[in-house]
């Protein structure tokens, strides 16, 4: 996060393991939120929303916080990948050292699992936030509210996707059902309300 745009871009573009698909899901998520902020700041103080004032003033502090929390989970998906690319490279000549290899690797996996799981939760949130401002800020900025809803949608399917990802490599299919099936209900809970922003401001 400390890098310059087109330096992120940069080493997106590289051949480093990471940043990837998650540390990208994130920002995007990030700039989701912070569009949602800008329709919210961009409605305070005018006479005409003084009615549902305060109502935005409590939402672009959630907001913020949560552009925070995505700011964040950039930097913990590039930390949690890089033990997984590690854990491929252990040695598995012996039984012992195949035993050690697949138990580092599960764990790594779980790790690698949880930050794009995060990703999503906020990108939900995100989107109900975008909801609130589509419906209260000002209708001069309600598109920026739909890019938000949309940006949100976006980050939080790619973030299910590495979600997935990681899932397909685990020794345990319980869990790794499991970890899918929570992916899998914060898609179903949140895309359709960010199609129906997109939709509501789309139309109007």
């Known amino acids: 996060m400390n890098l310059s745009c087109e330096g992120f871009l940069e080493e997106l573009a590289s051949k480093a393991a990471a ?11 990030a700039a989701g939120v912070a569009l949602g902020s800008m329709v919210g700041s961009l409605t305070v103080g005018k006479k005409k929303y003084a009615a549902v004032e305060a ?64 990703v999503m939760t906020a990108c939900g949130e995100g989107i109900a936030l975008a909801a609130e401002y589509a419906e209260k800020g000002s209708v001069l900025a309600r598109s920026d509210a739909g890019c938000a809803a949309l940006f949100c949608k976006a980050a939080m399917q790619a973030a299910g996707l590495n979600v997935k990802v990681n899932t397909r490599l685990m020794a345990d299919k319980a869990h790794a059902d499991a970890l899918e099936a929570r992916a899998e209900q914060l898609l179903a809970e949140f895309v359709p309300q960010a199609d129906r922003v997109y939709q509501t401001v789309s139309n109007e």
């Open 19 to 29: 940043p990837g698909g998650g540390g990208a899901s994130a920002l995007v998520g």
């Open 55 to 118: 109502d935005i003033i409590a939402l672009n502090v959630r907001a913020e916080a949560l552009r925070k929390q995505l700011e964040a989970l950039v930097q913990a998906d590039a930390e949690a990948f890089l033990p997984v690319a590690a854990a491929y490279k252990l040695p598995k000549e012996t039984p012992e050292q195949q035993a050690h290899k697949a138990a580092v690797l599960e764990k790594a996996l779980d790790r690698a699992c949880a930050v794009p799981l995060e």
